[in-house]
């Protein structure tokens, strides 16, 4: 927001630093600080500013001297640098120094706006990385799970209520959010934990074999059953069970769980020994349920046993301050996997990353980072190392937000989609200011945090 951003002002001409305040403040909307000195800059910069606007020619200490001390103890702060000369030389040396940009007077506004604001956004974007890469070191994590977001810090709690007990959990998510993660957190911070942790996956095994799979079977029992075996929920006797995709499970094999999580018994396929499950029962599904049931596509009693306990897992374009996190972190594990020397990712890179909406959800972040890896010929990872999809993605964005509406349209987004959309927008141009982006959008802060509640979108 523009308004919170504070811009320090060096010009010992009062005319032109009051010139320059006034396109700051009034303007373009930033708060500023005017100094007549480089030595007086300096003594204040115990409150750092977002930006430092520097004429060259100062009194006492000149500019390139001011611009040298800022670099030394604030390498990050952009410093515009501001000349009546303007000689190609200094321009060159201030640049070399570490200045953002450099102007002549009398200065082009329009493309000192432009400039400025690109400044603070690449130093925004700087400072979350280098956050982000603190946090990389010393992460909040849950078993290997990797955050940094309040949303998942609720999972968390779930996770912490449900981990020392026998309740059925039920973990919702969409694909690539990272339910099999969840599951093994529940189970291996929990009272099971020295017991096995054995996982199914439901939609990967083909109907006539998951029985068998789930509760083994006798010798003999059918074509190709040369020799006993024992099945899944045996397996995992004393641990946890994880049905994972539990939405795809044949109509026929629900009745059969349902009676195993009710009576903790089963017998093998062909068998009539009644064999007990001491098992935790975990699933998992990126299907809605709730619709299968009302379909008649899942059982409505199956349903309320799993669901005792829901964990829902937000997918990754919901809690965007994990995307650069997660980024390194791969980016760290794939250079080392492939012997590889520590690659950077460049700015661009960075921000169409951010921009992403992450269908594929954290699996496919992690794939587009290998892919990055191996693409990537230099030291940096560039825009053209990402997939193309991800590249695009805010062209398209903008090519849809940029077509109007007509009669003569065969298609009509739909008014809640436009709603959240818009919501989306305010918050990315005010840059997560809640009450500004309410202003803008002219409505109130109660429906504001409504609609965001409502939609689930995090500032």
Known sequence: MAQERLIYIVDDEETIARLLEHWVTKKWGYQSHVFPSGEACLESLNVLPDLVLLDIMLPGIGGVDTLKEIKQHHPELPVIMLSAQ?????????????????FSKPVDFAKLEVSIKNAIQSHDLAREVSRLREAVEKPVHFDNILTDSGAMQEVFKLVHKVKDNDICVLVLGESGTGKELIARAIHYNGIRKNGPFTVVNCASIPRDLLE??????????????????????EQANGGTLFLDEIGELDPSLQSKLLRVIQSRQFERVGGNETLTADVRLVSATNRDLVKAVAQKEFREDLYFRLATFPIMLPPLRERRSDILLLAEHFLKHFCEEVSKPNLGISKKALRLLYDYAWPGNVRELQNAIQRAVLMADGNTINEKDLPLAVVTFGSREENDAASPLSIGEETIRPLEKVKEESIRQALKITEGNIVEAARKLKIGRATMYRLMKKFKIEA
């Open 86 to 102: 303007g000689k190609v030389d200094v321009a060159i040396e201030t640049l070399k120094l570490g200045a953002t940009d450099y």
């Open 212 to 233: 068998s799979e789930l509760f083994g079977h006798e010798k003999g029992s059918f074509t190709g059953a040369y020799q006993r075996r024992i099945g899944k929920f």
